[in-house]
């Protein structure tokens, strides 16, 4: 393929992905800026497709254009209808995209059965399609031309045409200028002009009419106190120096950064991420080349020497930090997608569900994001299905009829948080203690406590739904979002309370490439334990061990944790002096002691996967190589604790 | 032209019957030189607690992670702990992925001219190592040479 019609493809795609927001922004609120950039959109897709060898799509756009151009001018409004078939219109786009100008197979989408429904949707619809409310606001719009702008070509009266094109327009001529006649160049412009504009287009409409005469000083002051809020407090037009279109950027508010991101579309590169993960790749080899030679100066002892490691070491963390911010992208990209989740799940579950959303800003690395999209639609899926009551429940337990699920993403010191919360009823603690019963995932005469019975739901083919939705209730699902999470070396904890809701809480490293990691000794062996994962470090007690009881429980302040000698969990053998340390890990929840022989520090570590001879080996994360040069492992606290939960301690033993 | 391309190909089937001899629990072995990246002394590995004994540790060549295999176990021979020889880097291609080893070896000796027709098949009893590892045998004076195939000895999915 051609690399134009290639950047073609991407720019389609980024363009699909922002007009699914705007339909959605559209469903809230319909603002003729709204409007205009959906219709801008749709006008950009189908002008591309035609011309990279796409004709099909750019005749099935044809059609959306059409409609949103009526929208435009005002001869429909936005409806339900409208949208539906608008958002279904978008991912048939994408199928002819992913065509990719395979004549067969674009043929067989145009003619299937599902483009012909979209269409006849989109026909009902806008036959179909209320009036729409015309917002009349009333403008003063003034121009001075410059003196010297007739000679330039400039036509008074061709704007004042435009503007008239607009709407009723008073024109007022002001000829305070216009010097005595013996002084009069009749090349030169003394007028200006005061227009009282009634109209319903929006601000930028009036504002392109000056597009091409900005030096002719166009103010623009509406009358009216209700004028469309997008267009916010009537401020003035900037004047000559800032092109008249400018003004029309900042008249959207940061509702949405994708959006403020195509504005500065011409200031950024678009690179392939396997170029991105090849820099940190390299990176990664510098910063452990870093570790070494700061080991090796420190060992030589040279002050000219150390300046000069420490002015390399200051650049290379800047450079690691300008690097993974590189790779950094809001959260907003794949949180956006999920409005259109819940709202297809809405119509389909006869619920009537919103979704907020916080902390779209966040910025999470892209790896991370990628695989973080498919484990949140599941527990967003699952929120919206099983948390949330049909309306009639709700309102009958005294809540909005509408259900909330919440989505928020924040950054807390090296891990970010994102929390799934929604308002419905909650966890069935006695239910999970049945099922977990049936099905043998628990003793019968077992009293485990609610957050240990909320973490079942993470059992494989686990599921309290009675009924088997299309959406969810076959229990496959929370099994793999906690895989999938802890695959990212995240973890997941719910809450919940009968009646409340149900909150899921995870937590996920900044950057699947570098950790901060714990370095531990047990006996010859150093590990690195991810510091996410570490709560707190205490001295070790060795008589713990010998217990005649046979209890492996630490007191650590008010509760009880239990313990592993990771010499055991390793096969690794202990030097004993007798003085040994424990470090407290906590993942999926739980909360487990880990004795080692010494704590050798903080560490921060670029991960090696492990060889294709250790895959198999679930303790392991990963490898790294230390400042002197040789190889630790980096322990996945939450698959060790797996394996030494419950019966897994004797095993190792 | 034809007389460059043909020493090409001549070159290709020269590496291809060229081979390392190495000695492994006093047998030698051969291995294609195409595969052997370089000979190293040995460096402080690291133990992988809980791994098979064909991959039991890990080193650092050069900035890179790499297993360290003990063919030992997979040519039944006896596995001690004791091995303080030579480090031998091998890259073995498996189908499109490519990747980095390193193997123990007791002592590594020369390279050879392996003669296609001078290999013998070893019998299909009584031959202590299995024949998907060994795929021939050359006499040299009392000695026996016997040639590996890397691809299928170092193929992770059988280290069970």
Known sequence: MNPAAQSYIHEARDLLTQLEQMLLDLETEASPEAIDSVFRALHTLKGGGSMFGFPALSAFVHHFEDAFDRVREGKIGISKPLLDAALEGRDHVIALLDAGGDEAATAELVGSDQARRILAALEGAVAGAPPAVVRLARWEVSFRPSKGALRCGMRPDLLLAELRELGDCRVRCDVSDLPVLENLDPAQSHLGWVVELTTAQPRAAIESVFVFADDADPRIVALDQDEPPAAAAPVEMPSAETPATAASAPAAPARSAPRAQTMAGQDTVRVPSAKLDSILDQLGELVIAQARLNQTAARLGDSTLEGLVEEVHRLVTGLRDTTLSVRMLPIETVFGKFRRVVRDLSTELGKDVVLVTDGGETEIDKNVLDRLSEPLVHMIRNSADHGIESAADRVAAGKPAQGRVRLAASQDAGEIVIVIEDDGRGLDHDKIRRKAIDRGLLAADARPTEAALAQMIFAPGFSTADKVSSVSGRGVGMDAVLSAITGLRGTVEVTSRKGEGTRLTLRLPLSLAIIDGLLVRLGPDVFVLPLIAVEECVEFDVTELTRNSGRRMLRIREHLVPFVDLADALEGTVENDGRRRVVIVRAEGERMGLVVDDILGQHQTVIKPMSAYHADLDDFAGATILADGTVALILDVAMLLRRLGGTGISLAA | ?160
């Open chain 2, 1 to 160: 032209m034809t007389h460059s391309s043909a020493a090409t190909v001549l070159a290709e089937e020269d590496s291809n019957s060229i081979a390392l001899i190495i000695r492994v629990c006093g047998e030698a072995l051969a291995i294609p030189v195409t595969h052997v990246h370089e000979v190293i002394d040995p460096i402080p590995r690291t133990r992988v607690p809980r791994a098979s004994s064909f991959a039991p540790w890990l080193i650092n060549v050069r900035g890179a992670v790499v297993p360290l295999v003990d063919v030992r176990q997979r040519l039944r021979m006896p596995v001690h702990a004791a091995n303080e020889g030579r480090v031998v880097v091998l890259d073995i291609t498996l189908g499109a992925e490519s990747f980095r080893l390193a193997m123990l070896a007791d002592e590594v000796q020369e390279v050879v001219d392996i003669d296609p027709g001078a290999i013998e098949v070893l019998p299909e009893n009584g031959s202590p190592w299995p024949s998907n590892y060994v795929t021939g045998a050359l006499r040299r004076g009392d000695d026996l040479i016997l040639l590996l195939d890397p691809e299928n000895l170092f193929r992770p999915e059988q280290a069970a």
